[in-house]
């Protein structure tokens, strides 16, 4: 079992740049794959970002490929998301995820979930 802590999130204008963190709990945070999601108002949660156990491979929604970076410290129990060139529709609450399975972009595929970020952009 792993317990996910997400922060780094804020008010940003559009086309800047923040870097979020998920701390994970556990010494098992390495053997999970790490997913980044987000959650806009009226809208349903989407896959934004992943990452491989070993932090080797990455996988991006359509929407974020070339401005978001996903990346993980396994020593440092420690996920990031790097987000760049930010725009109005960026702007969303977002959830760090773990999960057993290696590019997983449905989020039935994370059984832990951490409490969620808040991320404003202004135009």
């Known amino acids: 079992q792993v317990q996910l802590v997400e922060s780094g999130g804020g008010l940003v204008q559009a086309g800047g740049s923040l870097r979020l963190s998920c701390a994970a709990s556990g010494r098992t945070f390495s053997t999970y794959a790490l997913g980044w999601f987000r959650q806009a108002p009226g809208k349903e949660r989407e896959f934004v970002a992943a990452?491989?156990?070993?932090?080797?491979?990455?996988y991006y929604a359509d929407s974020v490929k070339g401005r978001f970076t996903v990346s993980r410290d396994n020593p440092k129990n420690t996920g990031y998301l790097q987000m760049n060139s930010l725009k109005a529709e960026d702007m969303a609450v977002y959830y760090c995820?773990?999960?057993?399975?290696?590019?997983?972009?449905?989020?039935?595929?994370?059984?832990?979930w951490g409490q969620g970020t808040q991320v404003t952009v202004s135009s």
């Open positions: 990452n491989s156990r070993r932090g080797g491979n990455t």
């Open positions: 995820a773990a999960g057993a399975y290696d590019g997983g972009r449905d989020a039935k595929y994370y059984a832990y």
